[in-house]
């Protein structure tokens, strides 16, 4: 889609490395001038370098997600170098994981205020930015399959994660009649983060040597490169995607997925109420095996034997 965001200005939280730097390099490359936002200094003023010396426009700002001064500091920088807001990639995140029994009020807080309320800030102030302009634009706020399903020993990343897609649903109804857009991507991707997991640690390790991806880690367990997710991104960001909010989208290696909105799964009725055992009977007799499991489940990772 190069050219297809010509003239337009976007906003890139936590883009000095991994999946936001591939975010903010594709939407340059697309035509965006980039504010490059990081915690780290080092990475943010170098991914903006890295921009422009491939013939992009970008400018860095370092500061971490979640006050709100930061919030405005992003929205003034993208308006006062170059000249609008029309895009926000709420991708900034840190993992603190522990079980629950284990886990701090800081490793708790430092997650939810970083990915929820960083969130919540960042697209405030552009809310507000772009409201008062009255041009539209794209929000697009970054999900996790654990806010999804859950996963074990992320009780405050699958807390936050999964109130970022509640957010965006709510965001969509409410700036619909601004035009504009709001929607979670849902990626998943080789990173720094995902070589911290056992079953991906060997093949994380021959990404990072420049070996191919199999394909089934690709298609089975929708692990490519960060590159992979970022058209969706762009796509999102784009005019042709006008039509499209309130939605959660997952991309990863090869696969594109739909998440569906939480809905009842089944409603039955009790004349009169229901009480403990009329409750118990139903159970065995017809929830029960309508029950949803809980956590993300894989295929198994196939053993480099078996991959020759």
Do not use: C
Request: zero cysteines.
């Amino acid at each position: 889609m190069s050219g297809a965001l010509d003239g337009k200005v976007a906003i890139v939280t936590g883009a000095g490395q991994g999946l936001g730097l591939a975010y903010a390099r594709a939407l340059a490359r697309a035509g965006a001038a980039v504010v490059v936002n990081d915690a780290n200094a080092d990475s943010a003023y170098t991914a903006a370098a890295s921009i422009v010396s491939g013939g992009g426009r970008a400018v860095a700002v370092a500061a971490a997600v979640g006050p709100t001064a930061t919030a405005d500091l992003l929205v003034r920088a993208a308006v006062d170098t170059f000249g609008r807001l029309d895009i926000l990639v709420t991708n900034a995140g840190v993992l603190r994981d522990t079980v629950l029994w284990k886990m701090t009020d800081e490793q708790f807080d430092a997650v939810i205020d970083t990915h929820l309320r960083g969130t919540f800030t960042t697209a405030r102030a552009a809310a507000q930015h772009m409201r008062a302009a009255g041009e539209g634009g794209r929000i697009i706020v970054i999900g996790s399959p654990a806010g999804q399903h859950g996963n074990f020993g992320q009780t405050n990343y699958a807390a936050a994660k999964a109130g970022i897609v509640a957010m965006a649903r709510t965001w969509s109804l409410e700036l619909a009649r601004a035009g504009i857009t709001v929607n979670a991507v849902v990626p998943t991707a080789l990173t720094a983060m995902t070589a911290t997991i056992p079953a991906y640690a060997e093949v994380a390790a021959a990404f990072e040597r420049g070996e191919p991806i199999p394909p089934s880690i690709r298609r089975d367990h929708a692990l490519g490169s960060p590159d992979d997710v970022a058209p969706l991104v762009v796509w999102l960001a784009s005019d042709a995607s006008a039509a499209v909010t309130g939605q959660a989208i997952g991309i990863g290696g090869d696969a594109l997925t739909l998440y569906t909105h939480p809905d009842v799964g089944t409603v039955l009725f009790h004349d009169g109420g229901w009480d403990v055992d009329s409750i118990a009977g139903a159970w065995s007799t017809s929830l029960a095996a309508q029950s949803q499991t809980s956590g993300i489940v894989l295929p198994a990772v196939e053993a480099p034997a078996a991959r020759s």
